[in-house]
């Protein structure tokens, strides 16, 4: 199902771009499109514009493609449409139309600042990353830090991260859904800010969101797809093996490297050290969902922002998983779960209990 900025985005494609051109877009729930189609997930990484009629950004998907791309869109080929979260490049125009009335400036700037982040800087800065624990109020927190500071990047995957061949020194603020130990392996030096919640209220999050009736299902990676089953069948072993992943997906994302598994015995306990070293460093400032204005200022202190609106946590309504939540809290507190992630969270509340009576 396409909202209301994919729809506009569709009919600009349609609008612009003769049948049978061949264009780059994101993955998505799609109708059926007269063109040769080549789309692009969250986990792509240095995507090339070469050999396209046109292409579509998704501005949330930048750090998908090569900042050299970025400039290449920008300088040679035409901006015919644009919104909130796209903005169309084409090759030839079909039609010839204002751009001043076409394209509001702010609907470019992020490309820009991808472009060339030193530019944007501020006069004080507060260099810091952000990693965004899914289901855990980071998509509130990081469009504040967007609207804050100008010179930023977002990462939709550790796999983004990883393969980015650009300067992460040059962006004021970085963020996305990555791995603390793939940060440092790219060499990041300034603090790191995440956000922990209950587990077991994080998943029941995750399964809500997966089984929204409004849900762009061709942006779903696997894990969500087996999650809108959760209430409709039983819990099998590759439902059990899906919350085992999620119980333990905080504890992988502070400690884990790539292609380490939180139940591999001869890395569980380096894992969870490294994951535990960085819940007690200064260099690695957290803050728990539940306490939102110690949140709000921890984020205005290491990102400095002026005023920060938190209002709208990324906090999936109660849906039918509720129905089920009893049982999932059981299973997740199971031997059989090994959920490492409520230890780690009991530690976090213990250490922010201990620092506010300070």
Same mark, same amino acid.
């Given at each position: 199902?396409? @909202?209301?900025?994919?729809? =506009? ?12 051109? $061949? ?17 692009? +997930? ?10 396209? @009629? ?12 090569? =900042? ?9 080929? $035409? ?34 600042? /991808? ?10 800065? *507060? ?29 939709? $995957? ?18 996305? *859904? ?15 800010? +995440?956000?922990?919640? @209950? ?24 894990? +969500? *797809? ?93 849906? =039918?998983?509720?129905? /089920? ?15 490492? @992630?409520?230890?780690?969270? =009991? ?12």
């Amino acid at each position: 199902m396409l @909202d209301r900025y994919w729809s =506009q985005a569709h009919q600009a494609l349609v609008r612009h771009l003769p049948e049978g051109a $061949s264009v780059l877009l994101p993955a998505g729930d799609w109708p059926e499109l007269p063109f040769t189609t080549t789309f692009y +997930f969250g986990t792509d990484c240095n995507l090339t514009i070469d050999g396209h @009629d046109g292409v579509l950004i998704h501005k949330g998907m930048l750090a998908s493609f090569r =900042q050299a791309d970025i400039r290449i869109c920008l300088k040679d080929l $035409s901006a015919v449409s644009a919104n909130n979260v796209f903005v169309l490049f084409v090759q030839r125009p079909r039609m010839i139309v204002r751009a001043t009335a076409l394209l509001p400036t702010f609907h470019k700037s992020p490309l820009k600042v /991808y472009a060339n982040p030193a530019r944007y800087y501020r006069r004080t800065l *507060h260099r810091c990353a952000f990693i965004h624990i899914p289901k855990a109020g980071g998509t509130s927190i990081w469009t504040e830090v967007a609207n804050s500071v100008p010179s930023n990047i977002y990462f939709t $995957s550790n796999e983004t991260l990883a393969a980015f061949e650009g300067d992460l020194e040059a962006f004021e603020a970085v963020g996305g *859904h990555i791995n603390a130990e793939t940060l440092v392996a790219k060499g990041w030096k300034g603090p790191a800010f +995440f956000v922990l919640r @209950d587990p077991v209220q994080r998943v029941l999050s995750f399964i809500n969101h997966a089984q929204r009736a409004d849900a762009n299902l061709g942006m779903f990676v696997n894990s +969500f *797809h087996a999650a809108r089953r959760i209430g409709n069948a039983p819990l099998d072993e590759s439902l059990r093996n899906l919350l085992i992943r999620e119980g333990n997906l905080q504890v992988g994302v502070l400690g884990a490297r790539p292609g380490e598994s939180v139940h591999d015995c001869v890395v569980q306990q380096s894992i969870w050290a490294r994951a535990c070293a960085r819940l007690g460093s200064p260099d690695w400032p957290f803050a728990l969902l539940e306490d939102g204005s110690h949140m709000a200022r921890q984020v205005a202190t290491h990102f400095g922002t002026r005023k920060l609106n938190l209002r709208h946590y990324n906090r999936s309504p109660g849906g =039918q998983a509720n129905n /089920y939540s009893d049982q999932i809290r059981r299973f997740l507190q199971s031997d059989e779960a090994q959920c490492h @992630d409520v230890r780690l969270y =009991q530690k976090a509340v213990a250490l922010h209990a201990a620092t506010a009576a300070r």
